[in-house]
């Protein structure tokens, strides 16, 4: 590290110190004598260990708190052991939490050989460490309040940092348009697999002119849906696709049983339950419609006991 000699108090001799002008000259000097450059690094990280390592930090805490108490705080992990091939998973963000559910799915039943890193859009992303993986957010242009063409070079450029720092075998997106510049960067990337998990069900007129960017893809997947026989979309009829059964998150045997569920959501188990689920209301505003699908249920025979879901973003 070179810095100005203003720092020199604060740094000593973990740092080298001289005036703008003298960098490049103090550059060349270091970097031509081996034995000096590295135990100049050596200092410098001896600095850096000894002033901010961990055990600091810890005993700083102690020093403050005082030593641990109580038990320690379990979190809930279904992390798999190191594998031996990263799998980056990327979502767009959406109206709800379907694209990075989706790819959460995949990764809680990847084999034990795969190690699932996320790059999503979706502010929901965090919840992923939930489940012990790691996790990067990109902020969506939306979230920004930019144009495409603004936000398309600056998604380019920290999708092809991310692929380089990472160095996956494949990257797995779930979306429903693939994004220009995740498009733009797969020359630079020829050896790493790139699947695209393209959900069905699109709506009848929707545009079709993104499709043809499944070309830069060496997959496409098309996860199954309960109401798939009836779906009329542009999707439809393409032979494009390898189609898969549904892509759900918790597995049969892992769901509560109705009493059990009842009891944990306190609902009366004698009576029947509706459940909407609309979106996350932060593409449009869905309170009129939550108020008309209640106040219809409200109004029928049946003696309905209405709940919605409150999506984490």
């Not at 109580?70 to 190191?82: H, M």
Request: charged share 25%; aromatic share 8%.
């Amino acid at each position: 590290v070179i810095l100005p000699h203003t720092f020199e108090r604060t740094f000593g001799p973990a740092s080298l110190y001289c005036s703008p002008g003298e960098v490049q000259e103090l550059v060349h000097a270091v970097s031509a004598d081996a034995p000096r450059y590295l135990e100049q690094s050596a200092r410098g990280r001896d600095f850096v260990s000894g002033t901010h390592g961990y055990p600091i930090h810890v005993d700083r805490l102690a020093a403050l708190v005082g030593p641990p108490a109580g038990d320690p705080v379990t979190i809930r992990s279904r992390r798999r052991p190191r594998g031996r091939t990263r799998v980056l998973f990327v979502s767009s963000n959406g109206a709800g939490m379907g694209h990075l559910t989706r790819l959460l799915a995949m990764a809680t039943r990847a084999s034990d050989q795969v190690e699932p890193i996320f790059f999503s859009m979706s502010q929901a992303v965090p919840i992923v460490s939930t489940y012990g993986y790691p996790w990067e957010y990109c902020p969506s242009r939306g979230d920004l309040g930019t144009t495409p063409d603004a936000w398309n070079p600056f998604f380019e450029e920290r999708f092809l940092d991310v692929v380089r720092r990472y160095g996956p075998r494949a990257v797995v997106f779930d979306g429903t348009m693939p994004y220009q510049g995740m498009v733009n960067a797969r020359s630079a990337f020829p050896d790493v697999l790139f699947v695209w998990s393209r959900r069905g069900m699109w709506r009848a007129g929707t545009t079709t002119k993104f499709l043809s960017r499944g070309d830069a893809f060496d997959l496409v997947v098309e996860p199954g849906e309960v109401a798939g026989s009836l779906d009329e979309g542009p999707t439809a009829h393409r032979d494009d696709a390898r189609r898969v059964a549904p892509v759900t998150l918790v597995r049969e045997d892992e769901m509560l049983d109705r009493d059990e569920a009842r009891a944990a959501l306190g609902l009366d188990p004698d009576r029947p339950a509706l459940l909407l689920s609309l979106g996350a209301g932060n593409i449009n505003d869905i309170s009129a419609d939550l108020a008309a699908f209640a106040g219809a249920a409200q109004r029928s025979a049946t003696d309905w006991q209405v709940c919605t879901t409150k999506v984490a973003i």
